[in-house]
């Protein structure tokens, strides 16, 4: 599908509404309700993983608009098995049926409370898709995109059950490699994944940390 006319519109912008027009994820995301093509890259993470349970709890940082959080209700089934999924941006979230959504800035000192006070207990997930917004400079966006994956990484530590999973997004570029190490120090398995989902021309890949190993001085 070809975009007929360019009036108006930036060549970035033309290009963008074009490669949507024609990105099959984007059509199958409006047939079955999803708020955004994003949703696939986490159902492709658990269709390898099988992380998302019936009955656990979840936290989604990042969540707006809400697509991640979506699939997780999907999966856990919090209405029918007690679950619990809760998401957190900045960007307030549309209602989600099954879930908590929250609008706070998840760098608010008082958000890792709010929480796990949401959560009722320790998570069995803690899921990022954080990013920042993009500045056009290489180092600066995956620096700032790595710091969101820290961010989270330490949160993640505090409220993890043993044998929880940890999933972030981050961006090829160097400096993900200290994020990494650090993962292996906490998870029995820790892996570089690129979703089938995930657009070919991106940098950006997802870490899976599984088996959570709590430390003596996580909480």
């Not at 599908?1 to 199958?28: C, F, H, I």
């Not at 029918?80 to 549309?94: A, C, M, R, S, W």
């Not at 000192?109 to 400079?137: N, R």
């Not at 160097?174 to 120090?185: N, P």
Request: hydrophobic share 40%; aromatic share 6%.
């Amino acid at each position: 599908m070809r975009v007929k006319t360019a009036r108006g519109r930036t060549v970035s912008s033309q290009r963008w509404l074009q490669r949507q027009l024609n990105d099959p994820y984007v059509v199958e995301a409006k047939k079955r309700g999803y708020r955004s093509r994003a949703a696939f890259k986490l159902l492709q993470l658990d269709d390898q993983f099988r992380f998302l349970k019936p009955g656990g709890r979840i936290v989604d940082l990042g969540a707006a608009p809400g697509g991640w959080t979506q699939v997780a209700v999907e999966r856990v089934r919090p209405q029918q098995t007690g679950g619990v999924v809760v998401g957190i941006d900045l960007t307030p979230i549309e209602p989600i049926p099954g879930a908590t959504v929250l609008a706070k800035d998840f760098y608010d000192d008082d958000a890792p409370a709010v929480l796990e006070e949401l959560l009722g207990g320790p998570a069995d997930v803690v899921m990022s898709d954080m990013a920042a917004a993009a500045t056009g400079e290489t180092q600066v966006d995956h620096m700032r995109i790595m710091g969101l994956a820290e961010t989270a990484h330490d949160f993640a530590r505090h409220v993890l059950k043993p044998g929880g999973t940890f999933v972030a997004k981050v961006l090829r570029g160097g400096t993900e490699r200290t994020l990494l190490d650090r993962l292996k120090q906490d998870f029995a398995k820790v892996r570089h994944v690129k979703p089938e989902a995930s657009r070919a021309d991106s940098a950006e890949m997802y870490v899976v940390g599984t088996g959570f190993r709590r430390h003596g001085d996580d909480r």
